[in-house]
């Protein structure tokens, strides 16, 4: 018996833990060994064991500084606009009307990332918002290839990833937990904080880790927004594969920039854990 449970489960579990050795840690070590060799004489990858392409990661500093302020910056700001729309959603409309609110937040994601691109650059290039405000009198203002311009994308671009997880941790509340609160006389912003917040946690934690991955290699958007003046990581990676051939710098920065994303989830994890002992302590009191 004991055999052939362990026999099902190999079945089960052997075309999954190929696909994920194949697709992920394979290539995952592929990238790892280049890091460590050179540029070849006509590009590409030379094989050495050296240290110089991580001693040279300096050189591409702007592009790691634009990651990590703008895709943290891009989180936090899609989950302050994304959990007032999905507790809305949760908590304050009608049955018969939330399926269709739901659908307007999707709508979006029906459309080619790259068409509401090019619809960001005409709403904040010259003849769009700037224009409609130096009509206004307050001067000529520059929106497009800007940081500002590449958050404005970014958050719209992924902030239906921040609603949905927060929006079903939400939609989980027992209502009963705040009507109590409010019969025992805790004010709205009380209860808030002492029920709905800790209990929508999960939701915060998986909607913030799915667009903060996500951003720490995005691409087309800084491309597309920035107008090569505010440029990603992921930016940094296509010069160096595809015009400058330098595959061991870029696997380098590779390298470092899922180093960073391992350590900064973990942290962050981490944080929600003591959070949540922390309330928890706080209940038994």
């Known amino acids: 018996m004991a055999i052939s449970q362990r026999a099902a489960r190999a079945l089960l579990l052997g075309p999954a833990g190929l696909w994920y050795a194949g697709l992920l840690v394979l290539p995952l070590v592929v990238v790892l060994v280049y890091s460590f060799g050179e540029r070849g004489a006509a590009g590409g990858y030379a094989p050495a064991f050296t240290f110089a392409q991580y001693a040279n990661l ?3 500093w702007t592009a790691f500084q634009n990651t990590l302020l703008l895709a943290p910056a891009g989180t936090l700001a899609a989950l302050l606009i994304a959990y007032p729309l999905a507790y809305f959603l949760a908590v304050r409309v009608r049955e018969r009307w939330r399926t269709l609110l739901l659908v307007l937040v999707i709508v979006p994601f029906w459309t080619s ?3 509401r691109s090019y619809a960001w650059i005409f709403l904040l290039g010259g003849r769009g918002i700037p224009h409609l405000l130096a009509e206004l009198g307050m001067g000529d ?9 590449v958050l404005v994308g970014i958050v719209y671009g992924y902030l239906p990833l921040m609603v949905f997880p927060i929006y079903v941790s939400l939609e989980k509340l027992d209502k009963r937990l705040l009507e109590a609160a409010g019969d025992l006389g805790a004010p709205p912003w ?16 998986t909607g ?3 667009v903060f991955i996500l951003l720490m290699g995005e691409y087309l958007i800084p491309q597309m927004l920035g107008g090569g003046k505010v440029f ?5 990676l296509v010069d160096l594969f595809l015009q400058s051939r330098n595959w061991a710098f870029g696997s380098a920065m590779s390298v470092t920039l899922v180093a960073v994303m391992l350590v900064t989830v973990t942290l962050y994890m981490r944080f929600l854990k003591r959070i ?3 309330r928890d302590d706080v209940g038994l009191m």
Do not use: K
């Open 58 to 60: 300096g050189a591409r």
């Open 276 to 278: 949540g002992a922390a």
């Open 232 to 236: 990603f990581v992921g930016n940094a």
């Open 208 to 210: 913030s880790m799915l």
């Open 190 to 205: 009380r209860s808030f904080l002492q029920i709905t917040l800790p209990l929508s946690l999960p939701g915060v934690a």
């Open 141 to 149: 203002i520059r929106l497009i290839n800007t940081p500002f311009a």
């Open 113 to 115: 990332i790259l068409i």
